[in-house]
């Protein structure tokens, strides 16, 4: 019997031990969910504190003062798009009521394509109560204003049905142009930026002489840059639209080279050279008259050698005589005679590409090596030089120093303005000449006063 009082009294320990260890751990667990719970609201609250900020200005210094709380809207925000933000989201954000945010955002996307709003687009919001006092959170300011690019939505409280009147405003636009220009002096980045040009102008100044300019190999110090570019601006002086360059003007190593923008009646921009030569197009599809394709660029069965072998260029079948023309402007790397290649030239147009004729009967008197030529200027006559079956001529175009199909570099072969679309050209570059011409007086009057 003693043993038995014993070994119950022993049991009823354990009970206890294990039902205390059990209380422990759920209260354990418990403090630690509600601690993280609350850390994570302060974590939270303290974020949107700081985020909300109110510039104000007293006595001419610009402070920025940190609201602790919550309590009352700012009179401004300005709004960065992040992925997946939303009208509803950021109206929530700002401070408004569940219920508030569902009515103006409904109002909202009646009057705005909201779809159109892109990723990393500003948003401003403005509030305005009618006494000037301060707005709390969760109540309805008396003016409520939202800007988007060149677009206002604002309305007025109807203080009886408790929501807005909201009407889609138009900001007044103004087309502005800007002129940026100097001298190389390290780098053209640097140069350009100096003086007021963007990144993005910079950029798009090198890609439009990209297929004729080396700027690391061509461009030397002193080299002299003109960039005029056109943007638009709102009521704010906000830009509402991208940098687009007008004219682009290079001169080095002696040489001069000015860039037209061009808009077509389909409003299609592209460039052009001052005489209407495509900047993207300074080689001709096919340069020969009256000739037929005889053989395409590829792997073929040679009719001399009798074997399989790389045809590095296009023949083109013509009339022994028929004159050849130069490609597009550029120097004459070489005039001479080989075995295979029979009377044969290269012309260099850039650093990129440069083009071969061979098989010619006789060269044009005057064509000689290290003399500059024209775009269509003859250089030589169709003949049966070297290895050849019959009157052609053989024609290459060479990227790096390495033959490639013609047929594959389209966009770098078409032809100049011409007709009707070369008397708009000309309209419109004399209408970017006046506006450089504007733009020069400005600037040399905006110098001159600075240096008094």
């Known amino acids: 019997m003693h043993y038995f009082l014993s070994f119950l009294k022993f049991k009823r320990i354990n009970i206890f031990l294990f039902s205390f260890a059990v209380l422990c751990i759920v209260f354990y667990f418990v403090y630690n969910t509600q601690s993280n719970i609350s850390s994570r609201i302060i974590k939270q609250n303290s974020t949107k504190s700081i985020s909300h900020v109110e510039e104000i200005d007293e006595e001419g210094h610009n402070t920025i003062k940190k609201v602790s709380t919550l309590a009352f809207l700012a009179k401004e925000y300005l709004y960065t798009v992040q992925k997946g933000d939303s009208i509803i989201k950021m109206l929530s954000e700002i401070g408004f009521s569940s219920v508030d945010v569902f009515t103006i955002s409904s109002q909202i996307n009646q009057l705005y394509d909201i779809s159109t709003i892109y990723i990393g687009q500003q948003i401003k919001f403005a509030f305005h109560s009618n006494d000037g006092s301060q707005i709390k959170v969760g109540e309805l300011p008396d003016n409520f204003s939202m800007y988007i690019e060149n677009t206002i939505i604002d309305g007025i409280l109807d203080g009886k049905n408790h929501s807005y009147d909201l009407k889609l405003l138009k900001q007044s636009i103004n087309s502005k142009s800007k002129l940026v220009k100097g001298f190389f002096k390290g780098s053209l980045y640097n140069s350009a930026m100096s003086q007021g040009a963007s990144a993005g102008i910079i950029m798009s100044y090198m890609n439009l002489f990209s297929n004729t300019i080396n700027f690391k190999k061509d461009v030397k110090a002193e080299s002299e840059f003109k960039i005029l570019f056109d943007f638009q601006e709102n009521s704010e002086r906000k830009k509402i639209s991208n940098e687009n360059i007008l004219y682009a003007y290079l001169s080095t190593n002696n040489k001069k080279y000015e860039i037209y923008q061009y808009k077509d009646n389909k409003g299609k921009i592209s460039y052009y050279y ?152 000309n309209h419109q570059k004399k209408k970017i000449n006046s506006t450089l011409y504007q733009e020069n007086k400005i600037m040399f009057t905006r110098n001159n006063t600075n240096k008094k």
């Open 274 to 425: 001052n005489d209407g030569n495509n900047i993207k197009s300074s080689l001709l599809r096919k340069p020969i008259k009256k000739a037929r394709i005889s053989s395409g660029f590829g792997m073929r069965f040679h009719p001399i050698l009798k074997c399989k072998k790389m045809h590095k260029g296009v023949d083109y079948a013509a009339i022994k005589g028929t004159p050849i023309l130069a490609a597009g402007d550029g120097v004459v790397q070489m005039i001479r005679y080989g075995p295979s290649y029979g009377r044969y030239l290269a012309i260099k147009h850039n650093h990129r590409y440069s083009t071969l004729y061979a098989h010619l009967s006789k060269f044009k008197p005057g064509i000689k090596q290290g003399g500059y030529v024209k775009q269509g200027r003859v250089i030589g006559y169709v003949g049966s030089s070297g290895n050849s079956t019959g009157s052609h001529l053989h024609y290459e175009i060479r990227k790096y120093g390495k033959p490639i199909n013609p047929s594959k570099v389209k966009a770098l072969i078409s032809h100049p303005l011409e007709g009707n679309n070369l008397i708009a050209f």
